[in-house]
């Protein structure tokens, strides 16, 4: 891949990755979108909003727990666990679609799309879009709306238009080509609410300045509980929001592990897995430069994984950059070992995580009992399992 | 007339369409049975509208198969496009509208990669004379190298590029190899470009500027927005290429409409939509279409 790592740095880039890869039509946008962040972010009384916002409205900050049932169980590092599940609409997402929200309220555009792969995004938008009375429209994937009918309910409930993407496999990547359709057709009127630390610039940096706030209140939190900072910080990475809002705030603090978790799948073989560090290379796809999965002529694989939030073929471009540099490290759980953990933390501590939080959980399962009674590691419970009670009924034949 | 003899579908085919790029290539000089050069001089490039105005035709290439697309490359050309936009399917095709997006999951089931599509220009470039630019998202072209990619587009004698998203901020390397290879690049301009963007993106063109006709994706239109013509006049402020107008070009009317303030028309679905819809048939579907939309119906029927 020697000529795909040469590419010259320019604006949003995170070393060589990021960027922004668009057609002609949106430049305008980003550009607009970059300028006004860019004021918000230095504006008190939006960073006053947001913050109200999320403390009275998303019920911030969320309590950081120590496990000790599953401590004991595993016998190794003490475990803490980031409930950010306990959020209004039950995961981080609801951080990022505040902030967003208020921006678009501040650049007048009454009109926002957003896409979703589990349906949580969707969600999360369309409940900031009802608060703020805004126009929604969500793009989702068909097999995805099969997999999670709950969420579609949810969003129509709030009033959003849910639109089903019947391209490709029909998944959250088909979901976004479909909403950047929507957004180059429609981008005088159109906010486009994207969803992960993914996208064209200022995206990436914007949505993980957004979701930092649980990586301040658990550094906090840890200092307070235990008074010095975690050994390991573990998170689920599907685009990589919740994992890079924990660990944003640690980066600094070399000492401290962070382990994102990939979706390993059913196998390692290409289209079985959205495990970029493990099968994937450089590429651009929608908009931003970072590790694909594609075939060799450049063609980005289909993925699978249990949890719809995972199931995508690329990944954050923060993360391409922090596991190049060896920052961060990146493993990935089997769809086995996050139904299997699951059902542990759900048994042994009352929590049911989300599936895509289920990876972290996994991971932590395997680290903690090999790590000292003196380590302390954080998982971040990024979303509560609810939505996932019908693939979890169909996968584990409980009684 | 001579171009009616270059373009002949009769000259021997000396390669399969589906060759790979390699060395053996550079020694496939065109054939020119005329007076027109062999090498291509700077400057005088093929990338130039013979009429007034000027067609240029998109095709996904390997819709229905390479061996179609060659046919159908050839037809236009004798219909009267002057430059042809060779399309590189792509699984996540995020600028077009359902029919190119339909177009591509046909040409990918069949396996057409980019270098099939380099392989095809090759194949046409012994045949024409006619503008040919690869027309790619950029993923396909990373992954088969930037520099490689020069080099085989510049042998297959190919004139230049589109990469729909491919902004001028994220083009310095690219357009670097690009000139070292003597290859045009060709950039987007849109409605809600601002002047200082337009600005740069006249200065990264060669050949011709690509003028996207309204916000939105690729596919046929009711009618041409007032954008179009005003982001015309724009972009004549800051060059004297020629300006081609794309996005939603389907009949006479659009054509004649474009031709009043732009040097030429840019027509890729509604082409793409006449192969999707005359299987078996489509280098003439294409020709008739062209000849409509050039005023020329009658004259398409001898064609063939």
Redo the contacts between chains.
């Keep these: 891949m020697?000529?795909?790592a040469?590419?010259?740095p320019?604006?949003g880039r995170f070393g060589a990755y990021g960027?922004?890869?668009?057609?002609?039509?949106?430049?305008?946008?980003l550009e607009e979108l970059e300028r006004q962040y860019g004021k918000a972010r230095r504006d008190k009384r939006f960073r006053a909003e947001f913050e109200r916002l999320l403390k009275e409205y998303a019920g911030r900050p969320t309590p950081l727990f120590f496990a000790r049932r599953l401590t004991e169980k595993l016998g190794g590092a003490r475990i803490y666990l980031k409930r950010e599940d306990l959020l209004h609409t039950g995961a981080h997402k609801i951080n990022n679609c505040i902030g967003q929200a208020l921006l678009a309220r501040r650049m007048g555009k009454q009109r926002i799309i957003a896409e979703t792969g589990a349906g949580q995004h969707g969600v999360a938008t369309a409940t900031v879009c009802a608060l703020f009375g805004f126009d929604c429209v969500v793009y989702m994937g068909a097999e995805d709306m099969r997999r999670q009918e709950l969420n579609v309910f949810r969003m129509r409930l709030l009033g959003a238009e849910v639109r089903g993407v019947d391209?490709?496999s029909k998944t959250l990547?088909d979901a976004i080509?479909e909403a950047?359709?929507d957004w180059?057709?429609?981008?005088?009127t159109t906010h486009y609410l994207l969803g992960s630390v993914l996208g064209a610039h200022p995206y990436p940096t914007m949505v993980r300045d957004f979701h930092s706030v649980i990586g301040r209140e658990a550094r906090a939190q840890i200092l307070n509980a235990e008074d010095k900072l975690p050994t390991a910080i573990i998170a689920c990475v599907g685009g990589g929001s919740n994992a890079i809002g924990i660990f944003h705030q640690f980066i600094n603090d070399r000492r401290v592990k962070l382990i994102g978790v990939e979706a390993g799948g059913r196998s390692e073989k290409l289209g079985d897995h959205a495990a970029r560090f493990r099968g994937g290379?450089?590429?651009?796809?929608?908009?931003t430069f970072s590790y694909?999965l594609?075939d060799?002529?450049?063609?980005?694989a289909t993925t699978h994984s249990i949890s719809a939030g995972l199931d995508y073929p690329s990944i954050g471009p923060e993360h391409a950059a922090l596991a190049d540099s060896g920052r961060a490290e990146y493993v990935a759980a089997s769809d086995e070992e996050a139904l299997e953990a699951c059902v542990t933390l759900a048994r042994i501590e009352g929590i049911i995580p989300a599936l895509e939080s289920s990876h972290a959980v996994a991971e932590c399962i395997k680290r903690a009992p090999r790590m000292k009674k003196s380590d302390v590691v954080i998982v971040n419970i990024s979303g509560r399992g609810d939505k996932d009670v019908g693939i979890l009924r169909e996968s584990l034949h409980i009684g | 007339m001579s171009k009616e003899k270059r373009i002949s579908l009769a000259s021997p085919i000396t390669r399969s369409p589906d060759h790979p790029i390699t060395g053996s290539q550079t020694a496939m000089a065109r054939d020119h049975g005329d007076s027109h050069p062999i090498t291509r001089l700077k400057g005088d490039s093929r990338l130039r509208f013979r009429h007034q105005p000027g067609l240029v035709a998109y095709l996904t290439c390997g819709d229905p198969s390479i061996a179609a697309s060659r046919e159908i490359i050839l037809s236009a050309v004798r219909a009267g496009a002057d430059v042809i936009e060779l399309g590189v399917p792509f699984s996540d095709p995020v600028a077009d509208g359902p029919v190119i997006q339909r177009a591509s999951e046909r040409a990918l089931k069949k396996g057409t990669s980019l270098q099939d599509v380099l392989a095809l220009a090759a194949d046409v470039r012994n045949q024409t004379d006619a503008g040919l630019i690869i027309f790619s998202y950029m993923n396909p072209v990373l992954r088969f190298g930037l520099e490689r990619f020069c080099v085989a587009a510049a042998r297959a004698g190919v004139d230049g590029a589109l990469i729909t998203d491919l902004t001028i901020e994220e083009a310095d390397e690219y357009r670097a190899r690009m000139a070292a290879h003597e290859l045009s690049t060709i950039f987007l301009a849109a409605p809600t470009s601002s002047d200082q963007r337009l600005k740069r993106i006249a200065q990264a063109c060669q050949g011709f500027v690509y003028a996207v006709s309204r916000t939105g994706v690729t596919g046929a239109r009711q009618e041409i927005a007032a954008d179009a013509a005003a982001l015309v006049k724009r972009i004549r402020k800051f060059t004297k290429l020629p300006v081609g107008v794309g996005f939603g070009i389907s009949n006479r009317e659009q054509f004649l409409q474009v031709g009043g303030f732009a040097d030429a028309a840019v027509v890729g679905s509604a082409i793409v939509q006449a192969i999707e819809q005359n299987p078996g048939r489509e280098a003439k579907a294409v020709a008739d279409l062209i000849s409509t939309l050039k005023g020329q119906a009658d004259k398409a029927g001898g064609s063939m």
Excluded at chain 1, 19 to 29: D, I, K
């Design positions: 020697g000529s795909t040469k590419l010259k320019a604006a960027g922004r890869y668009v057609p002609e039509t949106l430049m305008a946008a391209s490709g990547k080509n950047m359709r180059v057709t429609n981008v005088r290379s450089p590429g651009v796809l929608q908009g694909v594609q060799s002529a450049g063609q980005i």
